[in-house]
């Protein structure tokens, strides 16, 4: 059974810091692990995906303010959001593309966390 369990959501005034977590358990091989946020009405947007190694991609709003991370050992991917603006509110999904032993690859979800910027 594959779970991903985000934390680190909340409430916090502009130029303010989170940082999100996300524990994917149930997946022994992972490749893309990173983030994307929804507001009412939009589309899922990346935030910030790491694709191996040091390969990442950021969207052009968060560059410089977001940095992602990843610990492989824990299977988890962190996000550290630093002088966050009103617009980032929005629910923040974890996104990991990995396969158990037996299991082809596939996308994997997170349920969401909210993320209010506002002062």
């Known amino acids: 059974q594959v779970q991903l369990v985000e934390s680190g959501g909340g409430l916090v005034r502009p130029g303010g810091s989170l940082r999100l977590s996300c524990a994917a358990s149930?997946?022994?091989?992972?490749?893309?692990m990173g983030w994307y946020r929804q507001t009412p009405g939009k589309q899922r947007e990346l935030v910030a995906l790491n694709t191996g190694g040091a390969s990442t991609n950021y969207a052009d709003s968060v560059k410089g303010r977001f940095t992602i991370s990843r610990d492989n050992a824990k299977n988890t991917v962190y996000l550290q959001m630093n002088s966050l603006k009103p617009e980032d509110t929005a629910v923040y999904y974890c996104?990991?593309?990995?396969?158990?032993?037996?299991?082809?690859?596939?996308?994997?979800w997170g349920q969401g966390t909210q993320v209010t910027v506002s002062s």
């Open positions: 149930g997946i022994i091989f992972s490749t893309k």
């Open positions: 996104y990991v593309r990995g396969r158990m032993m037996t299991t082809p690859w596939d996308d994997y």
